[in-house]
């Protein structure tokens, strides 16, 4: 079968896809496949696969001057252009936006080619911080409480000053659109809350202020319509921000999670209603905080999470006695399928 892995992009996100895109690529040949590396970002004048792949991830994101390099017109031209024109299936690992809101989504179903992972709309859905919330509370899965404002009002005026004094602190101040941790803030007072939202501000129109829960952060895979193994994620210090996601040695991966098997079951159950609620399909993620009251609230729902050798959903599928291998395969059947 001709598989053409869409990777790399122009999110903050870049390098962690081309990292997914390395360990995918590898298992799509050893499955047989003819494989094809496209970045999007880069329209339809491809590099070699091996420049492409040869990218590593940093302890931190992209410059944003770099990234303003890559026009997200490419991705309509790459889409357009003859790379696809005999591709079977897309096996997108973008992560981020453009690659993870539905847009490389939305192109693909115009040229009518097959992808692989959520649709257009869960996929908009899941990278809309606000909007998956809302839904959360609509389906009754506990979430933390927030406020959001767009940021052509000022942060600093009397009205959202007021809506964030009703949060209190500690806080997280995020951006709306964005995955790995990217501009995430925990704020302790009010010295520290300018610069968290001038910060987020940076990476969304919307700015998403949200109640901090201080307890266990856990992870539940999704492959198909079976929850993976719970992950406990401890980075060594701080949270669990880019740095220590992509920093070796700086977090520790409990898996399967030492908690209560009641507990552990009833956060795959939660996981797998939210995932089929917010009408996403294939493999993803769900994150959740676990409270002093033992509440599992949901933070968000990852429709492409990371898939390199390492990354979370493999090492819960290994858990589960699914090698890396077997994983990327059975995505690709789910992706054939439109599941």
Not at 160 to 170: D, F, L, N, T
Not at 278 to 289: I, K, M, T
Request: proline share 5%; hydrophobic share 40%; net charge negative.
């Amino acid at each position: 079968m001709r598989i053409a892995v869409l990777l790399g992009g122009s999110s903050p996100e870049r390098l962690v896809s081309i990292a997914s895109g390395r360990g995918v690529i590898k298992a799509l040949r050893e499955l047989g496949h003819d494989v094809t590396a496209v970045d999007p970002a880069l329209g339809t004048t491809q590099i070699s696969e091996s420049e492409l792949l040869s990218q590593a991830v940093g302890t931190t994101p992209p410059t944003q001057e770099f990234l303003d390099k890559l026009s997200p017109r490419n991705y309509i031209a790459a889409i357009d252009s003859a790379i696809f024109d005999n591709v079977d299936l897309a096996f997108i690992i973008l992560h981020g936006k453009w690659g993870e809101d539905g847009i490389i989504q939305s192109l693909l179903e115009l040229r009518c080619i097959r992808y692989t992972g959520s649709g257009v709309m869960a996929s908009a859905i899941a990278m809309d911080k606000v909007m998956s919330k809302k839904l959360f509370k609509h389906h009754g899965t506990p979430t933390a409480d927030w406020f959001d404002y767009r940021v052509n009002s000022s942060h600093r005026s009397p009205a959202v000053r007021q809506e964030i004094a009703k949060i209190g602190y500690p806080n997280v101040v995020k951006p709306n659109d964005q995955g790995s941790s990217v501009a995430i803030t925990i704020v302790g007072n009010d010295s520290e809350l300018d610069a968290a939202l001038d910060e987020a501000e940076k990476f969304s129109g919307i700015v998403l202020v949200e109640k901090f829960i201080k307890g266990a952060e856990l992870t539940v895979g999704i492959l198909g319509d079976e929850p993976l193994p719970v992950i406990e994620i401890r980075p060594h210090d701080g949270f669990y921000d880019y740095h220590h996601k992509y920093t070796k040695g700086m977090t520790d991966y409990l898996v399967p999670a030492p908690i209560e098997d009641s507990l552990a079951t009833k956060l795959q159950e939660i996981s797998l209603n939210t995932f089929s609620s917010l009408g996403c399909r294939g493999f993803g993620r769900v994150d959740f905080r676990v409270g002093p009251d033992g509440i599992p609230y949901c933070l968000e729902v990852n429709t492409i999470p990371g898939m390199t050798e390492t990354s979370l959903v493999p090492k819960a599928a290994a858990a589960a006695g699914i090698s890396f291998t077997e994983v990327v395969g059975r995505i690709v059947e789910l992706g054939l399928q439109g599941k």
